[in-house]
């Protein structure tokens, strides 16, 4: 048994066939790139902007790494030398947003939880989007359609503790949940934030399987804050669009992970997301 920092492998018992991450990542550690045989695998569960998706890596030929197999999942983030930009702003007490790159994007700003919180409890501004869905459909795909097309993406999640009844949720009517917690997806500006909600009369939150819902959930993107009813509508917009789309998820998605320094990397197609991060740059598209 090795104990040590993940992410610099065991050099003494070098080449792998395989190397599997059980910790979510948002690079590729050198070393394992390195420790990997001609022909190993590096499977990880990857963070592609706030998304999990286990990857098995393998080496394309040209110094390039290429997904060979993709699959929803969900992992505790890694820590250490390795650690993603993520973070975890708190709104109010038991509520709080993830922002995937660790700020406000496009403007890079941090975000300010206090004033967040505060906008939450005031009225919202309901834009429907004309759209139902599964509460997997939504975190698993309509959630990477906003992860690799809007910079703003975020989710927000609410615990409850059993003792705070007294009060009702934030996120009551948001598409997934179960005792003491409630999670959607949405996206953030400075001031602002909408977030993806069920329209009245639609089945309550369900479970991460979504077996418990009686049926597909209709969407309604709420609104808060100065730039609410710009927000929603935006968030909607997506919503209808990723509907029209044929609703791609993780199918036919492909991730292209490029060693830094990159020799070599071809111009990504227009729908494609580009993610910079220390040592790989990594290409997400649908093929």
């Known amino acids: 048994m090795l104990c040590a920092d993940g992410a610099g ?10 190397i599997i991450a059980t910790v979510g990542v948002s690079d590729l550690a050198p070393a394992w790139l390195e420790q990997a045989g001609p022909a190993g695998r590096i499977v990880v569960p990857l963070d592609v902007r706030g998304t999990q998706v286990c990857v098995a ?9 290429i997904s060979r197999s993709l699959a ?10 390795i650690a993603g930009p993520e973070a975890i702003v708190v709104l109010a007490p038991g509520l709080y947003v993830t922002l995937p790159d660790g700020v406000i994007q496009p403007g890079g700003q941090e975000a300010d939880g206090e004033a967040l919180g505060a906008v939450m409890a005031g009225p919202p501004v309901l834009c429907a989007t004309e759209v139902s869905a599964g509460p997997a459909e939504i975190f698993w795909e309509l959630g990477l359609w906003l992860a690799t ?3 703003r993406a975020c989710r927000v999640d609410e615990e409850r503790p059993d003792g705070s009844a007294s ?3 934030r996120l009551g009517h948001a598409p997934l949940g179960g005792r003491g917690w409630h999670a959607t997806v949405g996206i953030l500006d400075p001031g602002s934030i909408a977030v993806l909600t069920a329209a009245p009369g639609s089945p309550g939150p369900s479970g991460p ?20 009813a710009e927000l929603a509508d935006d968030l909607a917009a997506h919503t209808r669009a990723w509907d029209r789309a044929g609703r791609p998820g993780v199918a036919g998605l492909r991730v292209d992970a490029y060693p830094k320094p990159v020799a070599h990397s071809p111009e990504p197609g227009r729908d494609a997301l580009v993610v910079d991060r220390p040592s790989t740059r990594f290409v997400v598209s649908h093929a």
């Open 149 to 151: 097309r809007e910079p």
């Open 57 to 65: 890596f393998a080496r394309a030929g040209d110094g390039h790494w």
């Open 209 to 228: 399987s979504g077996n418990e819902a009686s049926g597909p959930i209709s969407l309604v993107a709420t609104g808060f804050g100065p730039a609410a």
């Open 9 to 18: 492998g065991c050099p003494a018992y070098a080449p792998y066939d395989r």
């Open 72 to 81: 929803p999942c969900g992992f505790m983030r890694m820590r250490g030398s």
């Open 167 to 169: 009060t009702a949720p």
